[in-house]
């Protein structure tokens, strides 16, 4: 770790320097900051080796939020052939890991144009412990601009794998993101209070949303998207504890989703307040998905939650071309009763039981207007026509 905050000390007094991870090793490190707001801008880090997350309590320390942390940059590239490996089964688990460090291990990173390498040392056994209760992201950043991350893999984090927090304008391709299907809480992607987001060809697999974009996000603009094992693509949830959430301009298109938990969602709490506003799903292929469409206005994470008359408003919602297989339901819209969802559209949807079952359900709406442009498949005669009467809304003020 010392001698990646070293390579990092001297990059940073240097506009478009490179930070060179090397192929053919791996990189026991620690949590470390790669900080600004006084580093120079466009600084790439070269990822072509291996880093590796510790498995020990000591290593760590009391409640971690991150693992890789770049925080305040202006312009910072993050690419390579190389591998982010989080070792995040002990966190899962709490159980040691199966496939501990090999031989050639080793504690060096080269910096921008500097011969800089620690000399090798061995690591040393480590213990099994009871992990620290708030598991870490694998990658984070935050407060940055014109970030881009391409190229490298990105493995079994202990929680989410990638994160943007309060970015303006970033760029994600190419990457992939592997983690089993029943780690838990392993988003793909997390998108939080970031605008002008970018994600394209990229492979997610994990255990929970391939991409999750919460409060505060507008502008992104997903396609060419491979998502499964995983919990699919959401928006949300939102408004948890009768915070005030804003999602605006969404796009998610040409996207193939096989074995998840859902396919597109959107997903608030009751006692919220702001909206969601400008969505598109276009061309989502499904393959053996349990719930293709869903809104979800009365998220709750636990067996009860309290009623609330309050909502995040809903509004401009488009599914089209949303094509492929499921195996629970079709379709899931259950909207406010006090703030219904508004203008949803419906064009060109085909969903297909994965095989006939006796406990397979038909498509359900709740308090949903819009319009259908297609017939679909199946029918989807639950969506009322047009726009709820004036007197049937409760004001919301809190809107964005």
């Given at each position: 770790m010392?001698?990646f ?5 001297a ?6 320097s490179?930070?060179l ?5 791996k990189?026991f490190?620690g949590p470390v900051?790669?900080s600004g ?5 466009n ?10 997350a510790p498995?020990?309590f000591k290593?760590?320390?009391p409640g971690p939020?991150?693992w890789?942390?770049f925080?305040k940059?202006r312009?910072i590239t ?5 591998t ?15 496939d ?5 291990t080793?504690?060096?990173i ?6 800089y390498q ?8 480590e213990?099994?412990?009871k992990?620290?209760?708030m598991k ?6 935050y407060?940055?601009?014109n970030?881009?991350v391409?190229?490298?893999?990105i ?8 994160k943007?927090d309060?970015c303006?304008?970033?760029e994600?391709?190419?990457?992939s ?9 392993t ?9 002008d987001?970018?994600?394209h060809?990229?492979?997610?697999a ?5 991409i999750?974009?919460q409060?505060g996000?507008t502008?992104v ?7 499964g094992?995983?919990?699919?693509i959401?928006?949300?949830?939102l408004?948890?504890d009768n915070?005030?959430?804003c999602?605006?301009?969404?796009t998610?298109?040409?996207?193939v ?11 608030t709490w009751?006692g919220?307040?702001g909206s ?7 061309n ?18 636990k067996?009860t939650c309290?009623n ?5 408003a809903?509004?401009g919602v ?7 297989t499921y195996?629970v339901?079709p379709?899931?819209l259950?909207?406010?009763d006090?703030l219904?969802?508004?203008?949803v559209?419906?064009n060109k ?5 994965m095989q006939?079952?006796y406990?397979l359900y038909?498509?359900f709406?709740w308090q ?11 029918p989807i005669d639950?969506l ?5 009467s004036s007197n049937?809304?409760q ?6």
């Open positions: 010392q001698a905050e070293a390579a990092w000390e990059a940073c007094k240097v506009e478009a490179t930070i991870v090397p192929s053919d090793y990189f490190v900051s790669f707001p006084f580093c120079q801008p600084i790439v880090f070269q990822l072509d080796g291996t880093v590796i498995t020990s290593n760590w320390g939020f991150q890789l942390l925080t940059l312009g993050i690419q390579g052939s190389g982010i490996d989080g070792r995040g089964s002990i966190w899962w688990k709490d159980s040691p890991l199966d501990p460090l090999d031989d050639e080793k504690f060096l080269p910096t921008t144009n500097i011969s620690n000399p090798p040392a061995p690591i040393s056994g213990q099994s412990e992990m620290p209760s870490p992201t694998a990658l984070r950043f407060g940055s601009f970030v881009t391409t190229g490298i893999k493995l079994n984090s202990p929680q989410c794998h990638l943007f309060n303006i304008g970033a994600v391709y190419n990457i993101v592997l983690s089993p299907g029943d780690s838990p809480n988003d793909g992607i997390h998108l939080q209070n970031s605008k987001v970018l994600i060809g990229t492979d997610l994990c255990g929970d949303d391939c999750s974009i409060t996000c502008n603009y997903i396609h060419n998207v491979n998502c094992p995983g919990h699919g959401s928006i949300g949830s408004g948890k915070t005030k959430a999602v605006s301009n969404i998610v298109r040409d996207v989703m096989h074995n998840t938990m859902n396919g597109v969602r959107i997903k009751q919220g307040s969601v506003q400008g969505v598109l799903f276009s989502i292929q499904v393959s053996e998905v349990e719930l293709p469409i869903v809104i979800d206005q009365f998220y709750c994470d067996r309290t609330h008359t309050s909502a995040v809903l509004s488009t599914y089209e071309k949303i094509r492929g195996t339901k379709i899931h259950a909207c406010s006090n219904p969802c508004v203008d559209t419906l949807i085909e969903l297909k039981p006939e079952r406990h038909g498509p709406c949903t207007f819009g319009e259908l442009t297609t017939p679909t498949i199946p639950c009322q026509i047009g726009k709820p049937h809304i004001s919301n003020h809190d809107s964005c």
